[in-house]
């Protein structure tokens, strides 16, 4: 099944994809494949066990299942200072 997504990017991720955020189409199944798509797409450096990944304003599992609508934010490690 095809699910219409917006995908927010912050820090590293940001800068290697380009873009703040993206609206894709996708036909991942979980939130996982969904990274690991877009990773090969903008050859993000990071795991995903290193992020935290949030559907729709709230923290999520990688197992979740991509929603169609749904706003995805792949958030990085942030470093302190």
Do not use: K
């Not at 699910?3 to 996708?26: C, P, Q």
């Not at 969904?34 to 795991?47: K, M, T, V």
């Amino acid at each position: 099944m095809m699910a219409m997504v917006t995908v927010l990017y912050f820090a590293s991720l940001r800068d290697a994809s380009g873009v703040a955020s993206e609206r894709i189409e996708s036909t991942a199944a979980d939130l996982q494949t969904l990274y690991a798509e877009l990773q090969s797409r903008h050859g993000f450096a990071l795991p995903a066990n290193r992020l935290r990944v949030a559907a729709d304003g709230e923290f999520a599992s990688w197992s979740d299942a991509l929603r169609d609508g749904c706003e995805i934010a792949f958030i990085p490690p942030v470093s302190g200072g």
